[in-house]
Each structure stands twice: as structure tokens, then as C-alpha cells.
């Protein structure tokens, strides 16, 4: 792609949002693109600004060759933007991370009823015209660019492969948002711990 050539991102084909809210609160969310990292125990609302505690750096800990994660929200007040997001490895003095060790990935939505039944309870027979459904995230999708053409929040999914031979230490990275915006770096600390997950081939488990 040569200097000055857009490429256009396709546009996320998602269920429209079938519950109400008052729409109003985007009135206090300045044009542009906005980012922070969100909890991965949160399922965010896509029609609303993320709500609770957002910040700008996250910490993650790990054992050496553990798989660890967190939640990275962008939302826009209605701003047309193709956004990209990059990584930078982790690495700090001593020991740097093959670059794919991290992994980006949109979080998209899905319609649910949370498998509750007319009366709210999960058991019995249930009327599928009463039981109301709900926009949800859940389908994690490998990639790493994405269009944004009306007021929304997308959640999207950073894990990160620490390697069995990473010494314990304090690592640090980045993960970059790129839009017509400009672009806004959030960083990541890795603490990886003086333990090590065994392969799966030698785990254990009793049900």
C-alpha cells in the first residue's frame, strides 16, 4: 500500500440492540476515538459508553508459559474511523518476547436470551415469544482492524503467550490505536513469576 492510499475496513455486521438507554449520556463524549482498558469480568454494553473503571495502563501476571489476558474498549461518539490497533513486545534489559506472542482479537456480539425462561428461571419450559433477548459479547474474532460508523463500544481481546524460558522479571508493552484521530498508546506491565506451567500433555485433572 503506497503513502496516502486508505484501505477501507469493512464495517462489523452485528444484530442491532434490542434494549433501550438513554442515548443522551454520548453528549458528554468529545468527537474522536477514546480507549482504555476495561475489566475482563465485565460484559460491556456495545449502545453506551463503557461505564466503571477505565484506565490507561493495565498490569498482568503470569506464570512462564502461561497464557494471560486483559480487555482493551474503544468507543466513539458517532466518529467514522477505520481503526487499526498494534503491539509492541515485551521485553525489558535483559529478555525480549518473540513479537507473536501477543495476540489482538474483537470482541463481537451476539444476540442472548441468557437462558432464562419467561418466569426468569433457567429450568422449565419456556415461551420463546416472552423471554427477552439481550446484545451480549462473545464470539472472539482474530483481528485486528475494524470500522466504526455510529455511536457504539467495542470491546477488544489482548492475550499474551509468555515463553516457558522468559526469565521472572518485570516486562513492559504496548498496544497502539491508529485512526484518522491519531493514534494513542496504552501501555501493559508483565510480571512473570519464578513458577512454569507444565504442557498440556503433563496436566492432570480430577472432575
Same mark, same amino acid.
Given at each position: 500500500?503506497?503513502?496516502?492510499?486508505?484501505?477501507?475496513v469493512?464495517?462489523?455486521?452485528?444484530?442491532?440492540?434490542?434494549?433501550?438507554?438513554?442515548?443522551?449520556?454520548?453528549?458528554t463524549?468529545?468527537?474522536?476515538?477514546?480507549?482504555?482498558?476495561?475489566?475482563?469480568?465485565?460484559?460491556?454494553s456495545?449502545?453506551?459508553?463503557?461505564?466503571?473503571n477505565?484506565?490507561?495502563?493495565?498490569?498482568?501476571?503470569?506464570?512462564?508459559?502461561?497464557? @494471560?489476558?486483559?480487555?482493551?474498549?474503544?468507543?466513539?461518539?458517532?466518529?467514522?474511523?477505520? !481503526?487499526? $490497533? &498494534?503491539? =509492541? #513486545?515485551?521485553?525489558?534489559?535483559?529478555?525480549?518476547?518473540?513479537?507473536?506472542?501477543?495476540?489482538?482479537?474483537?470482541?463481537?456480539?451476539?444476540?442472548?436470551?441468557?437462558?432464562?425462561?419467561?418466569?426468569?428461571?433457567?429450568?422449565g419450559?419456556?415461551?420463546?415469544?416472552?423471554?427477552?433477548?439481550?446484545?451480549?459479547?462473545?464470539?472472539?474474532?482474530?483481528?485486528?482492524?475494524?470500522?466504526?460508523?455510529?455511536?457504539?463500544?467495542?470491546?477488544?481481546?489482548?492475550? @499474551?503467550?509468555i515463553?516457558?524460558?522468559?526469565?521472572?522479571?518485570?516486562?513492559?508493552?504496548? !498496544?497502539? $490505536? &491508529?485512526? =484518522? #484521530?491519531?493514534?494513542?498508546k496504552?501501555?501493559?506491565?508483565?510480571?512473570?513469576?519464578?513458577?512454569?506451567l507444565p504442557?498440556?500433555s503433563e496436566?492432570?485433572?480430577h472432575?
Amino acid at each position: 500500500m503506497t503513502c496516502g492510499t486508505t484501505k477501507i475496513v469493512k464495517t462489523i455486521d452485528e444484530p442491532a440492540d434490542p434494549d433501550t438507554y438513554d442515548l443522551s449520556v454520548w453528549e458528554t463524549v468529545e468527537p474522536g476515538i477514546h480507549s482504555g482498558f476495561g475489566s475482563t469480568d465485565l460484559a460491556y454494553s456495545k449502545s453506551i459508553p463503557p461505564e466503571g473503571n477505565i484506565s490507561e495502563a493495565t498490569n498482568l501476571q503470569g506464570w512462564k508459559g502461561e497464557r @494471560v489476558s486483559c480487555k482493551l474498549l474503544v468507543w466513539s461518539n458517532g466518529t467514522i474511523e477505520n !481503526i487499526r $490497533i &498494534k503491539t =509492541k #513486545s515485551f521485553g525489558n534489559s535483559d529478555y525480549s518476547f518473540d513479537k507473536n506472542s501477543t495476540s489482538i482479537s474483537l470482541v463481537k456480539y451476539v444476540l442472548t436470551d441468557q437462558f432464562l425462561n419467561e418466569n426468569s428461571g433457567a429450568c422449565g419450559p419456556r415461551d420463546n415469544d416472552k423471554v427477552p433477548v439481550h446484545l451480549t459479547p462473545d464470539i472472539i474474532s482474530n483481528e485486528s482492524s475494524f470500522s466504526i460508523d455510529a455511536k457504539g463500544t467495542r470491546p477488544v481481546w489482548i492475550s @499474551v503467550d509468555i515463553p516457558e524460558n522468559a526469565p521472572a522479571g518485570i516486562y513492559t508493552g504496548s !498496544i497502539s $490505536i &491508529k485512526s =484518522k #484521530s491519531g493514534t494513542k498508546k496504552h501501555d501493559i506491565t508483565l510480571e512473570v513469576l519464578n513458577k512454569k506451567l507444565p504442557p498440556p500433555s503433563e496436566w492432570s485433572f480430577h472432575l
